[in-house]
């Protein structure tokens, strides 16, 4: 510190991509002052991100930054994201939107969902989905911006984008730039240890790059978390053993586009379907013990809805998560920290998860191990909960069609999903967090659409009477529909 003032700490991001980009964007935009941010990259090495479908959480982020929209959604080829279909996964045949927001409104305290159990165990309502404006938004095609009234629930809802991943670096990275992040070209081939922490990179050109603090960007090689500083690995794979995927974009087709994400439930594993403006990005996601490469190519292809773009690409991983994700002065974030899969799109949501702690707990030139700490428990929560809710979308099934099915319908799972399971199953509460991902309304989603069906409600519930209840239920429906049907189509949203 040099006359009351903090000297400005080095930050050496190593990698590109949409995790190195987003992070050196991120410490640029909103620590201008308390940091200088190098980023080293190698044209050579390519990206994992194929199609991208996001959560909303990535309009705060551009926001922040004072990004406009627009221009993010014309550089990526971006289209407007209400939720995610799920097709199959329950019992084959069944179908249910995960979307973005509320089911209808709170009453006396009391969760909605609660009230519509009461009257579905009577007949008397509609589909849950018929009280989400994102819902019915996305089954008609259409899309505006939400209401700014989060009490009212025929505009309430939120949204997010499908975008091209391969485009969304080079834009972060032009943004960047112009801000003052010093961009490096080319390969690390190694990293000086110094105790417990990394005192610099070497180059394959013999540069030395040193700084204070290092952000893990280098993807699942983990090049300094996981190869230098050695942080073990936890594995996740015998509750989520889906290992490979093959992707591949197609042709669109004709009509309106999408405002969703679809995940089809496949005999070894699923699908993904993310509907781009020009095209649509495909995969198959799926475990190696239960298919074979080239049947999982296969069967992604017997799929599509157009003419193949490009070769089918193959992709390996491994879910799980270092044991930390900060040590000593080594930050990991993206894949370099862990990988789940993108079931529920939360690749780029870890990436900005990190960012923000990273943030929140930003060091001096010496770091501190409350800081570490603080990021760790918070990155750990976060993977943990994603964890959980991916695995139900596995273990709540009655398919036992496949082998692949059989076991994850059976297999054991952990015990705070298992105490989740348990509360739903009896009240049908749910367990409630302040802040982060996957909150009341995204646990009713899944529930629900996968036929977990509690026993009971809220006793709360019993209290209005059943016809002024149907008549206020019925007219909330009615007033979903209609203003959905006032929505214009989401070609026309996009300017198409």
Not at 129 to 138: E, L, R
Request: charged share 25%; net charge negative.
């Amino acid at each position: 510190m040099k006359n009351g003032e903090r000297r400005k700490v080095r930050v050496v991001v190593v990698g590109g991509g949409t995790a190195g980009w987003m992070t050196a964007a991120g410490l640029v935009g909103l620590l201008p002052a308390a940091c200088d941010v190098t980023l080293i990259e190698s044209e050579a090495i390519g990206i994992v991100g194929v199609g991208e479908a996001t959560l909303p959480h990535l309009r705060l982020y551009l926001e922040r930054l004072g990004i406009d929209e627009r221009a993010f959604m014309a550089a990526t080829d971006a289209t407007y994201k209400l939720g995610i279909e799920f097709r199959d996964f329950g019992r084959i045949g069944d179908r249910y939107i995960h979307p973005f927001g509320t089911y209808g409104r709170p009453l006396a305290g009391v969760a909605f969902h609660h009230y519509w159990l009461r009257r579905d165990r009577a007949g008397a309502v509609p589909p849950i989905g018929a009280f989400s404006a994102g819902v019915v938004a996305a089954e008609r095609r259409r899309f505006e911006r939400p209401g700014s009234d989060p009490g009212d629930p025929t505009t309430s809802f939120g949204y997010a984008y499908q975008f091209d991943a391969t485009r969304f670096a080079p834009f972060l990275r032009d943004w960047a730039e112009a801000r003052g992040v010093t961009r490096i070209e080319g390969r690390i081939v190694r990293a000086d240890r110094h105790g417990d922490s990394v005192a610099a990179v070497e180059m394959d050109d013999g540069r030395r790059i040193g700084g204070d603090l290092f952000v893990d960007c280098s993807g699942f090689r983990s090049l300094l978390l996981g190869e230098t500083l050695a942080e073990p690995w936890e594995d996740w794979s015998h509750w989520l053993p889906c290992d490979r995927a093959v992707a591949v974009p197609c042709a669109s087709p004709p009509g309106t586009i999408e405002p969703y994400t679809r995940a089809t439930a496949m005999p070894a594993g699923w699908r993904w379907r993310i509907p781009l403006r020009h095209r649509v990005g495909n995969g198959y996601v799926y475990t190696s013990a239960y298919c074979s490469d080239d049947e999982a190519t296969a069967a992604l292809l017997a799929g599509l809805d157009g003419e193949p773009l490009a070769d089918p690409r193959p992709l390996r991983f491994g879910a799980g998560r270092r044991r930390r994700s900060w040590a000593g002065n080594v930050v990991a974030v993206g894949l370099a920290s862990g990988f789940l899969e993108p079931l529920e799109s939360t690749s780029i949501y870890l990436v900005q998860a990190a960012i923000t702690s990273l943030i929140e707990h930003f060091p001096d030139t010496r770091v501190a191990q409350a800081d570490r700490d603080g990021f760790n428990t918070a990155i750990d929560a976060e993977y943990d909960r994603i964890r959980d809710f991916l695995i139900l979308h596995y273990h709540a099934t009655d398919r036992a069609d496949s082998p692949f099915w059989n076991h994850v319908r059976t297999m054991t799972i952990p015990d705070t999903l298992a105490d989740k399971l348990a509360l739903w199953r009896g009240s049908a509460q749910v367990a409630r967090y302040g802040h982060g991902l996957f909150l009341e309304p995204s646990w009713v989603a899944v529930y629900l659409g996968q036929r977990v069906v509690p026993t009971g409600w809220d006793p709360r519930a019993d209290q209005p009477d059943a016809a002024g209840l149907d008549r206020a239920l019925g007219s909330l429906a009615q007033a979903i529909a209609d203003r959905v049907r006032a929505m214009p189509g989401h070609d026309a949203a996009l300017g198409l």
